[in-house]
């Protein structure tokens, strides 16, 4: 079975400045994929981030950014110009491929923001 | 576009009494969905999912069962409720086409069993 482990339960970071949160994932599947998702104090999931295994390039997304190290089964999240609304807690979740449609999640890192 | 919709958005029942929490998702035809549970400080754990109408797999065993009734509806039932059962419960769907697809988050129910 997969693992996915996020072993920051808190991180702060300045605004404007940079953090990076990390996630780990066990797996023995050659096809998956990976994803940051958000959960701001409102409590909806929105998705930040997705990664396709197969690929080398690291996915971004405006001020996000991901560092996947394939060998490793490492896939952290870089926030640049981090901004009052990025507070939330940021879980990453591991997808397999095929016809597996379930996503295996993190426990979460919650992030805060000051100004 | 599409749209998930979850009701109550909050609930406070007594232990031993029913539950049923109700999921739609308009705007796409033959949805995956799900139910997760979101215990305070933990991550989502997976409870049921469904491929098709009346397709229904439970990832945890427990008091609670899933029925789907309707193409976009996703239903959420308990019969007699446990102190354990309070948290706040998220459905989500997807398109269902591959392993990798994004899933998308309803607002989730916030169940507290007293």
């Known amino acids: 079975a997969q693992t996915v482990t996020q072993s920051q339960p808190e991180m702060s970071v300045q605004e404007a400045e940079t953090v990076t949160l990390s996630c780990t994932y066990d797996?023995?599947?050659?096809?998956?994929?990976l994803f940051w998702y958000k959960q701001p104090p409102s409590r909806q999931m929105i998705l930040v981030i997705r990664?396709?295994?197969?690929?080398?390039q690291n996915a971004t997304e405006n001020r996000f950014s991901v560092n996947f190290q394939k060998a490793a089964k490492s896939f952290s999240l870089k926030i640049s110009d981090s901004q009052l609304g990025d507070a939330a807690m940021y879980f990453c979740?591991?997808?397999?491929?095929?016809?597996?449609?379930?996503?295996?999640f993190g426990k979460g890192t919650l992030l805060t923001v000051n100004p | 576009s599409q749209t998930i919709h979850q009701w109550p958005a909050t609930l406070v029942q007594p232990v031993g009494s029913p539950l049923s929490l109700e999921c739609t998702v308009e705007?796409?035809?033959?949805?995956?969905l799900y139910w997760y549970r979101q215990a305070a400080g933990r991550g989502l754990q997976l409870l049921f999912y469904?491929?098709?109408?009346?397709?229904i797999s439970s990832e945890v065993p427990q008091n609670l069962s899933a029925s789907r009734p309707q193409d976009r509806q996703f239903i959420l039932s308990s019969k007699k409720l446990l102190l354990s059962d309070s948290g706040f419960y998220l459905c989500?769907?997807?398109?269902?086409?591959?392993?990798?697809?994004?899933?998308?988050f309803g607002p989730g129910t916030r169940l507290t069993v007293l």
């Open positions: 989500a769907w997807s398109f269902g086409v591959a392993g990798g697809d994004e899933q998308f």
């Open positions: 797996t023995s599947e050659s096809d998956y994929y």
């Open positions: 990664q396709e295994a197969y690929k080398q």
């Open positions: 979740a591991y997808g397999s491929g095929g016809s597996n449609y379930k996503l295996t």
């Open positions: 705007g796409t035809s033959n949805p995956n």
């Open positions: 469904s491929v098709g109408i009346g397709q």
